[in-house]
């Protein structure tokens, strides 16, 4: 009778810690902060040389790369 006794309770055992790890990897799945958008921003060199972070939605849509000899004659120096 032990042993059949024992057998019952680990069989319990092992199917709650089943139950209980669905609940979490459905819990998992629907977080509602799992799906906020991210805000996107856009590290600029400012004139005086200084790094800042610039929300892409504010910047204009019509971009150009700029050549080395462009860069270092509007970088002023110090």
């Not at 680990?10 to 958008?37: E, H, I, Q, Y």
Request: proline share 3%; net charge positive; glycine share 4%.
């Amino acid at each position: 009778m032990q042993i059949e006794e024992s057998k019952v309770s680990r069989r319990k055992m092992v199917s709650w810690l089943g139950v209980l790890s669905l609940f979490t990897m459905a819990g998992a799945a629907f977080r509602p902060w799992k799906n906020k958008p991210a805000k996107s921003t856009v590290k600029m060199l400012t004139q005086d040389g200084r790094l800042v972070e610039v929300d892409a939605t504010q910047l204009a849509a019509s971009r150009k790369k700029v050549s080395d000899k462009e860069l270092q004659n509007w970088v002023k120096s110090k």
